[in-house]
């Protein structure tokens, strides 16, 4: 077998200050599930003469490439508020990063692959389950615009994993812009290793934001354009999940790149019913990463990156942390006008108007009361564009809602339903409006009782549901008549009200 990654390995030149050289731990009967070909040809990984089982022994990390640098990377973070001065790759091992077709730097790391120095007692595996959830909830935010980590490979290890009960266990293969976290930088912070410090962001600068132009002639000041560029960046990334209904689960500072990539997709889903309060993971009893508080714990995290940042800031600390403080309060700006751009699109419109924001308030407020699924609700709504149009497929979906149905609560929906319909009339092109919407409202979103089952059938052998799943997804936006039973929501006895980390 020839070398296939043309790695280059700038993360583990960085020093041993930054991550622990690790190799992968083998595994007992290594066995492809599924393998991202599109994705490795973007990636120039050269894949041609290999067959698939020399790719799970790569994938499951029983072979490392010649050429690869495998480690752990270091950082910190804070868990739910509570800070963790030493988290690092407990389960995950860096193979190398390399240049892609686009010619920027691309991580490739193993998620499953054993225990490293960072572990902590854990066994650094991964369930069946955890691998087969995250290679779906990549490929589904990529199919639908949003920035994402992507998934290059599951493996089967033909070893049990022992969680709440014995599970099949399995290696996800990651694919990012880079694993460099919040967390990171919290990491050297803390040790107030200012060298290292610059030098992991003088790092990030190069291979994420280097179009920064220094307001002045020092390096100094491009720190600061960095964490811009970082809050910006994050604004904009949790709009989008807002838009799509997206619940990410466990935002911690160690599952917050700095790239504006998402990333970590443990107890994360998409709403159906939809609800502000919305609280999937397990472990979030007091409902610190609701739907609703993501933009703010956005901004708490950010905070906690410029607090790591302060050191490398021109001028004394009070000049710093101004800048740090004025920078965090266009966070907000930042967030809401890329959420506004995206619900003007998802009603159709070409630009904001003065009168829309208080539709977008409305219809939010709307859903949040009826508990009508989010989803659907946006995509019928290209089918009701003008006023003679049949409204029953959208005022349908009270019998699917979990509130009650009133009379009163119709009557609001509908008089909603006409103020939106006469606010298309100042648009230009209806036709426009309607695909505008179709481009921006999917039909078809990795719903949580779907990933449930595909991870429940793969769980007993069986990969078709996991396959067709996949299938749906590649193209969310188009109403295929195949996959109409992927945009139904969950019957009462289909939902899932919880899910799981796997950690």
């Given at each position: 077998?020839t070398?296939?990654?043309?790695?280059?390995?700038?993360?583990?030149?960085?020093?041993?200050?930054?991550?622990?050289?690790?190799?992968?731990s083998?595994?007992?009967?290594?066995?492809?599930?599924?393998?991202?070909?599109?994705?490795?040809?973007?990636?120039?990984?050269?894949?041609?003469?290999?067959?698939?089982?020399?790719?799970?022994?790569?994938?499951?990390?029983?072979?490392?490439?010649?050429?690869?640098?495998?480690?752990?990377?270091?950082?910190?973070?804070?868990?739910?508020?509570?800070l963790?001065?030493?988290?690092?790759?407990?389960?995950?091992?860096?193979?190398?990063?390399?240049?892609?077709?686009?010619?920027?730097?691309?991580?490739?790391?193993?998620?499953?692959?054993?225990?490293?120095?960072?572990?902590?007692?854990?066994?650094?595996?991964?369930?069946?389950?955890?691998?087969?959830?995250?290679?779906?909830?990549?490929?589904?935010?990529?199919?639908?615009?949003?920035?994402?980590?992507?998934?290059?490979?599951?493996?089967?290890?033909?070893?049990?994993?022992?969680?709440?009960?014995?599970?099949?266990?399995?290696?996800?293969?990651?694919?990012?812009?880079?694993?460099i976290?919040?967390?990171?930088?919290?990491?050297?912070?803390?040790?107030?290793?200012?060298?290292?410090?610059?030098t992991?962001?003088?790092?990030?600068?190069?291979?994420?934001?280097s179009?920064?132009?220094?307001?002045?002639?020092?390096?100094?000041?491009?720190?600061?354009?960095?964490?811009?560029?970082?809050?910006?960046?994050?604004?904009?990334?949790?709009?989008?999940?807002?838009?799509?209904g997206?619940?990410?689960?466990?935002?911690?500072?160690?599952?917050?790149?700095?790239?504006?990539?998402?990333?970590?997709?443990?107890?994360?889903?998409?709403?159906?019913?939809?609800?502000?309060?919305?609280?999937?993971?397990?472990?979030?009893?007091?409902?610190?990463?609701?739907?609703?508080?993501?933009?703010?714990?956005?901004?708490?995290?950010?905070?906690?990156?410029?607090?790591?940042?302060?050191?490398?800031?021109?001028g004394?600390?009070?000049?710093?942390?101004?800048?740090?403080?004025?920078?965090?309060?266009?966070?907000?700006?930042?967030?809401?006008?890329?959420?506004?751009?995206?619900?003007?699109?998802?009603?159709?419109f070409?630009?904001?108007?003065?009168?829309?924001?208080?539709?977008?308030?409305?219809?939010?407020?709307?859903?949040?009361?009826?508990h009508?699924?989010?989803?659907?609700?946006?995509?019928?709504?290209?089918?009701?564009?003008?006023?003679?149009?049949?409204?029953?497929?959208?005022?349908?979906?009270?019998?699917?809602?979990?509130?009650?149905?009133?009379?009163s609560?119709?009557?609001?929906?509908?008089?909603?339903?006409?103020?939106?319909?006469q606010?298309l009339?100042?648009?230009?092109?209806?036709?426009?409006?309607?695909?505008?919407?179709?481009?921006?409202?999917?039909?078809?979103?990795p719903?949580?009782?779907?990933?449930?089952?595909?991870?429940?059938?793969?769980?007993?052998?069986?990969?078709?549901?996991?396959?067709?799943?996949?299938?749906?997804?590649?193209?969310?936006?188009?109403?295929?008549?195949?996959?109409?039973?992927?945009?139904?929501?969950?019957?009462?006895?289909?939902?899932?009200?919880?899910?799981?980390?796997?950690?």
């Amino acid at each position: 077998m020839t070398t296939m990654f043309p790695f280059e390995n700038k993360y583990a030149e960085l020093g041993d200050d930054f991550s622990a050289q690790i190799h992968p731990s083998p595994v007992k009967k290594p066995e492809l599930i599924k393998f991202n070909s599109i994705l490795a040809k973007e990636l120039n990984i050269d894949c041609d003469n290999v067959n698939d089982s020399d790719l799970a022994d790569i994938f499951s990390g029983n072979s490392v490439p010649e050429n690869a640098a495998p480690l752990a990377m270091a950082y910190s973070g804070h868990q739910f508020g509570h800070l963790n001065p030493q988290l690092g790759d407990g389960r995950a091992i860096l193979l190398g990063d390399l240049i892609a077709k686009d010619g920027k730097l691309k991580d490739v790391q193993l998620k499953g692959a054993g225990r490293t120095p960072f572990s902590r007692n854990g066994d650094g595996r991964c369930p069946l389950g955890p691998a087969l959830r995250e290679y779906i909830l990549c490929e589904a935010m990529q199919a639908l615009g949003v920035p994402t980590t992507r998934a290059l490979a599951v493996v089967a290890t033909g070893e049990p994993v022992i969680r709440q009960q014995r599970e099949p266990g399995a290696v996800f293969t990651r694919v990012a812009s880079s694993h460099i976290r919040v967390g990171t930088f919290q990491f050297f912070a803390l040790r107030q290793n200012i060298q290292a410090l610059k030098t992991l962001a003088d790092h990030a600068i190069e291979r994420h934001y280097s179009n920064i132009e220094p307001k002045i002639n020092s390096d100094e000041n491009k720190y600061v354009e960095f964490f811009k560029a970082v809050v910006k960046n994050q604004a904009e990334l949790i709009a989008k999940w807002m838009n799509l209904g997206f619940i990410h689960g466990v935002m911690n500072t160690d599952n917050m790149t700095i790239s504006g990539e998402t990333i970590d997709y443990g107890p994360c889903a998409f709403i159906d019913a939809f609800s502000r309060s919305k609280v999937f993971s397990s472990i979030d009893s007091q409902g610190r990463y609701a739907y609703q508080n993501q933009p703010a714990i956005g901004q708490w995290n950010l905070a906690r990156l410029a607090e790591a940042l302060l050191p490398l800031f021109p001028g004394e600390e009070k000049d710093a942390v101004d800048t740090a403080t004025a920078i965090l309060k266009d966070y907000a700006d930042w967030h809401q006008n890329a959420w506004e751009h995206g619900m003007a699109a998802k009603l159709g419109f070409s630009e904001i108007q003065d009168t829309d924001r208080e539709l977008f308030t409305r219809v939010i407020d709307l859903l949040d009361e009826t508990h009508l699924d989010f989803t659907l609700f946006f995509r019928r709504l290209s089918h009701c564009t003008t006023g003679d149009s049949d409204r029953s497929h959208v005022l349908a979906l009270f019998q699917n809602a979990d509130a009650m149905h009133t009379a009163s609560l119709e009557e609001r929906l509908n008089q909603w339903l006409s103020d939106w319909q006469q606010r298309l009339l100042n648009e230009d092109d209806i036709a426009a409006c309607i695909t505008r919407m179709q481009q921006t409202n999917p039909a078809v979103i990795p719903r949580n009782h779907r990933v449930a089952e595909a991870i429940a059938a793969a769980e007993d052998g069986d990969y078709a549901p996991f396959e067709r799943l996949l299938a749906a997804l590649e193209r969310p936006f188009d109403e295929l008549t195949e996959y109409q039973d992927y945009q139904l929501p969950p019957q009462s006895n289909e939902k899932v009200l919880r899910t799981f980390c796997g950690t």
